[in-house]
């Protein structure tokens, strides 16, 4: 293994400076075969994330996944830690600036994004450091400024390119880098280069014997500076005292094995080659899948479409464990925790579940607090509106109860209540369930007040019976009359009709029809029994209340009617019916028909002068 035949040590220092909180973050992990080292600071202000330690600790998550020193990994590290900074920007947006270097214990190669540093000092001398992204560095290469200006320029830390960048991003990864024996790195963020210059850490490193040392001298350098403000500053050294020794014709005897292997598979067929090919471009396809998948998931988020976004979501993770790409799926399956949650608090509404729906909306706002890929207003509407369909339908419910207990004033309060609601809040299933219950009540209430108008009817009719029971005709008549208005009011016919024949009756007894004439009598003389118009004059007065104008068929030419003009009290009896009447006649033959000679049944004793003969006492009369 190449470590147990090689001698690396490394020593680091990472201090907060005048700040409670130390932005800068250091890490690096010794295989085998390969080994790396990486140093980050934050450029962000969040309390809560820690930009360079996420970042830091993705690269080197990657690099444990898929180790290697070529120069398309490293940059794919670099891209996975930048993909992670933005995924988890939720309050602010996360940026650091990072430096990974990677050794095969042989050679290396490293990349940079910001502005921390490299540096690599062989035989106690500074041989290279690596470049800063910024705008002052740029100035440099382009000898607008001196390069000793550099590390004070006050455009050092106007980056062109870090972790996090909202911009195309663009690391830098250098070439593959021999190693000798006794070569030493240095990683540093700007807290310390900026106060530390090449020359003062070549002289510290003279006299160091470790890492260590070195550092500890070095800080004692920034210390001794005694500045105001001290920043956060993070210094890692790597003594490469021993590198690993490759043998030279073991070059050459790889690539003839690789020859041969391959000229094996071209004979073979190519079978496995085939496969393998057809494997790399599956994966290839599923790795672009991934990307395609959750940027269509996105858009169907800001579209409010949950349902489609789940499932982009789930395609996305499927193919991030295809192409074994763990952080990436670890954030889809937040997405889709989120999004399952916001789906199935929709279908809990839909079924009418809505304490349901409540529960999956709050855990959906709780887990997507803070993220900004997420309508958080939106969920908060929704999870209103829920809250407005509860109150609904315990509204609904309270009226139920006082419906059953036959409140129905109350229940349709309540109903009246939660119907407004509803439509305020466009709650339609529940709008139209309460637009029945109100159709319940409404036919409720009519049914009684019908109940009690008929009682009153009923009340009324009793009360004209009574009255015509005692020959108050009138008063039955008013009573009837009241009686009929009600129930023509309620619609009840029968009733209507019924009272109709005893206010006719009422009215035949106020004002009974006149007594057809007596057969035998002069024509045009009243019916009066057992005398007749010349022996008895008091014949004459009862046809003064006699309707005998209207009634009997009257003789104009008869004399007898030169007599009645003088009756004074004929015209109250105007009203009287003619048509009760026209019984009477039948069984009475017409004055002017009857013989003069009939004889006449005898008159009964003076009758009484204002008797007012009935038309049952004039049906009997023959």
Same mark, same amino acid.
């Given at each position: 293994m190449r470590k147990d035949n090689s001698e690396f040590i490394t020593g680091f220092l990472s201090e907060s400076g005048s700040f409670v909180r130390n932005k800068d973050y250091f890490a690096f992990a010794e295989l085998d075969d390969i080994a790396c080292w990486v140093i980050a600071r934050g450029l962000d202000n969040d309390?809560? %994330?820690? $930009?360079?330690?996420?970042?830091?600790?993705? %690269?080197?998550?990657? @690099?444990?996944?898929? =180790?290697?020193?070529?120069?398309?990994?490293?940059?794919?590290?670099?891209?996975?830690?930048?993909?992670?900074?933005?995924?988890?920007?939720?309050?602010? !947006?996360?940026?650091?600036?990072?430096?990974?270097?990677?050794?095969?214990?042989?050679? %290396?190669?490293?990349?940079?994004?910001?502005?921390?540093? &490299?540096?690599? @000092?062989?035989? #106690?001398?500074?041989?290279w450091q690596s470049k800063d992204q910024s705008l002052a560095q740029q100035?440099? *290469?382009?000898?607008?400024?001196?390069?000793?200006?550099? *590390?004070?320029?006050?455009? !050092?830390?106007?980056?062109?390119?870090?972790?996090?960048?909202?911009?195309?991003?663009?690391? @830098? %990864?250098?070439?593959?880098?021999? &190693?000798y024996d006794g070569d030493v790195f240095l990683l540093a963020t700007p807290g310390l280069w900026e106060k530390v210059n090449p020359a003062e850490m070549q002289d510290g490193l003279q006299e160091a014997k470790d890492p260590e040392a070195w550092i500890d001298t070095l800080e004692d350098v920034l210390l001794s500076k005694q500045e105001h403000v001290v920043q956060n500053y993070t210094v890692a050294a790597i003594f490469a005292n021993k590198i690993f020794k490759t043998d030279p014709q073991k070059k050459w005897r790889i690539i003839k094995r690789v020859a041969l292997i391959l000229l094996v598979l071209a004979l073979a067929g190519g079978g496995a080659l085939l496969f393998k090919m057809k494997e790399a471009e599956r994966i290839a396809d599923a790795a672009t899948g991934m990307f395609e998948h959750e940027t269509a998931g996105d858009a169907f988020i800001a579209e409010s479409d949950y349902p489609k976004a789940l499932k982009a979501y789930s395609d996305a993770r499927n193919a991030a464990n295809i192409v074994k790409n763990k952080i990436q799926a670890t954030l889809l399956a937040k997405k889709i925790r989120i999004t399952q949650l916001i789906v199935d608090g929709d279908t809990a509404v839909k079924d009418e579940q809505y304490a349901k729906a409540l529960e999956k909306y709050d855990k959906a706002l709780k887990e997507m607090k803070g993220r900004e890929d997420f309508n958080e207003p939106e969920i908060l509407e929704k999870k209103e509106k829920t809250q407005s369909y509860v109150l609904v339908m315990q509204w609904k419910k309270e009226g139920d109860l006082l419906f059953e207990a036959q409140d129905y004033a109350g229940a349709e309060a309540y109903y009246q209540k939660a119907r407004k609601l509803a439509l305020e809040t466009s709650f339609v299933t529940g709008e139209k369930e309460l637009r029945t219950k109100l159709d319940e009540v409404a036919s409720k209430k009519t049914?009684?007040?019908?109940?009690?108008?008929?009682?009153?009817?009923?009340?009324?009719?009793?009360? #004209? *019976?009574?009255?015509?029971?005692?020959?108050?005709?009138?008063?039955?008549?008013? $009573?009837?009359?009241?009686?009929?208005?009600?129930?023509?009011?309620?619609?009840? &016919?029968?009733?209507v009709l019924?009272?109709?024949?005893?206010?006719?009756?009422?009215?035949?007894?106020?004002?009974? =029809?006149?007594?057809? =004439? $007596?057969?035998?009598?002069?024509?045009?003389?009243?019916?009066?029994?057992?005398?007749?118009?010349?022996?008895q004059p008091q014949a004459v007065q009862v046809n003064q209340t006699a309707p005998v104008n209207q009634t009997a068929p009257i003789n104009p030419t008869t004399p007898v009617n030169q007599t009645v003009p003088g009756n004074p009290v004929a015209p109250t009896y105007q009203p009287v019916p003619a048509p009760q009447v026209a019984p009477t006649n039948q069984a009475v033959p017409p004055a002017a028909t009857a013989p003069a000679t009939q004889s006449v049944q005898p008159p009964q004793a003076n009758p009484p002068a204002t008797a007012n003969p009935t038309q049952e006492e004039a049906a009997k009369t023959p």
């Amino acid at each position: 293994m190449r470590k147990d035949n090689s001698e690396f040590i490394t020593g680091f220092l990472s201090e907060s400076g005048s700040f409670v909180r130390n932005k800068d973050y250091f890490a690096f992990a010794e295989l085998d075969d390969i080994a790396c080292w990486v140093i980050a600071r934050g450029l962000d202000n969040d309390q809560e %994330v820690e $930009s360079a330690e996420l970042a830091a600790k993705s %690269v080197l998550g990657y @690099f444990l996944q898929k =180790p290697s020193i070529s120069r398309y990994r490293i940059r794919r590290y670099l891209q996975e830690a930048h993909r992670v900074l933005q995924a988890e920007s939720h309050r602010v !947006r996360l940026k650091a600036s990072l430096t990974v270097i990677v050794t095969d214990y042989a050679r %290396v190669r490293y990349g940079v994004a910001g502005n921390t540093r &490299l540096y690599q @000092f062989r035989n #106690g001398r500074l041989q290279w450091q690596s470049k800063d992204q910024s705008l002052a560095q740029q100035m440099v *290469d382009g000898e607008e400024i001196a390069e000793d200006t550099l *590390d004070q320029h006050e455009e !050092r830390h106007n980056l062109l390119s870090y972790l996090g960048t909202p911009n195309e991003f663009r690391p @830098f %990864v250098s070439k593959k880098l021999p &190693l000798y024996d006794g070569d030493v790195f240095l990683l540093a963020t700007p807290g310390l280069w900026e106060k530390v210059n090449p020359a003062e850490m070549q002289d510290g490193l003279q006299e160091a014997k470790d890492p260590e040392a070195w550092i500890d001298t070095l800080e004692d350098v920034l210390l001794s500076k005694q500045e105001h403000v001290v920043q956060n500053y993070t210094v890692a050294a790597i003594f490469a005292n021993k590198i690993f020794k490759t043998d030279p014709q073991k070059k050459w005897r790889i690539i003839k094995r690789v020859a041969l292997i391959l000229l094996v598979l071209a004979l073979a067929g190519g079978g496995a080659l085939l496969f393998k090919m057809k494997e790399a471009e599956r994966i290839a396809d599923a790795a672009t899948g991934m990307f395609e998948h959750e940027t269509a998931g996105d858009a169907f988020i800001a579209e409010s479409d949950y349902p489609k976004a789940l499932k982009a979501y789930s395609d996305a993770r499927n193919a991030a464990n295809i192409v074994k790409n763990k952080i990436q799926a670890t954030l889809l399956a937040k997405k889709i925790r989120i999004t399952q949650l916001i789906v199935d608090g929709d279908t809990a509404v839909k079924d009418e579940q809505y304490a349901k729906a409540l529960e999956k909306y709050d855990k959906a706002l709780k887990e997507m607090k803070g993220r900004e890929d997420f309508n958080e207003p939106e969920i908060l509407e929704k999870k209103e509106k829920t809250q407005s369909y509860v109150l609904v339908m315990q509204w609904k419910k309270e009226g139920d109860l006082l419906f059953e207990a036959q409140d129905y004033a109350g229940a349709e309060a309540y109903y009246q209540k939660a119907r407004k609601l509803a439509l305020e809040t466009s709650f339609v299933t529940g709008e139209k369930e309460l637009r029945t219950k109100l159709d319940e009540v409404a036919s409720k209430k009519t049914g009684i007040d019908k109940e009690k108008k008929t009682l009153d009817g009923d009340k009324l009719e009793k009360q #004209g *019976d009574e009255s015509y029971a005692a020959q108050d005709f009138e008063g039955a008549i008013q $009573s009837y009359t009241l009686a009929q208005e009600i129930y023509q009011e309620i619609g009840v &016919l029968e009733k209507v009709l019924a009272v109709e024949r005893k206010v006719t009756k009422a009215e035949e007894k106020l004002n009974p =029809p006149a007594a057809p =004439p $007596s057969a035998g009598a002069p024509a045009g003389q009243p019916p009066v029994q057992g005398t007749s118009a010349a022996s008895q004059p008091q014949a004459v007065q009862v046809n003064q209340t006699a309707p005998v104008n209207q009634t009997a068929p009257i003789n104009p030419t008869t004399p007898v009617n030169q007599t009645v003009p003088g009756n004074p009290v004929a015209p109250t009896y105007q009203p009287v019916p003619a048509p009760q009447v026209a019984p009477t006649n039948q069984a009475v033959p017409p004055a002017a028909t009857a013989p003069a000679t009939q004889s006449v049944q005898p008159p009964q004793a003076n009758p009484p002068a204002t008797a007012n003969p009935t038309q049952e006492e004039a049906a009997k009369t023959p």
